[in-house]
């Protein structure tokens, strides 16, 4: 079993940036396929960004798409998501999950361990 642990979160201007760290225990995180998602008050947890190392990939929602990053330290066993030009439409509690199947990225169904998350309030 890994645990995940969110850290980062805070309050912001908009405009402004933060980078969120999801720290894992236990299995390498490139093994598995890791995301990030949000929710914000009122809504259904929603995709953010994905990464998956078998294939050197990543994955974004249209929403944040060239605004924010996602990668990964290997030897930190951690995945960051580097979050720049932030709107008050972002504010939300993010969550990194880990992916085993490596597929279906933005469904929650594909995530099998998730962290207790971090908020983000972007105020304008």
């Known amino acids: 079993q890994v645990q995940l642990v969110e850290s980062g979160g805070g309050l912001v201007q908009a405009g402004g940036s933060l980078r969120l760290s999801c720290a894992a225990s236990g299995r390498a995180v490139s093994t598995y396929a890791m995301g990030w998602f949000r929710q914000a008050p009122g809504k259904e947890r929603e995709f953010v960004a994905a990464i998956s190392w078998s294939g050197g990939t990543t994955y974004y929602a249209d929403s944040v798409k060239g605004r924010f990053t996602i990668s990964g330290d290997n030897a930190r066993n951690t995945v960051y998501l580097q979050m720049n030009s932030l709107k008050p439409e972002d504010t939300a509690v993010y969550y990194c999950?880990?992916?085993?199947?490596?597929?279906?990225?933005?469904?929650?169904?594909?995530?099998?361990?998730w962290g207790q998350g971090t908020q983000v309030t972007v105020s304008s």
């Open positions: 999950a880990r992916n085993p199947w490596h597929s279906n990225y933005a469904s929650l169904s594909a995530y099998d361990s």
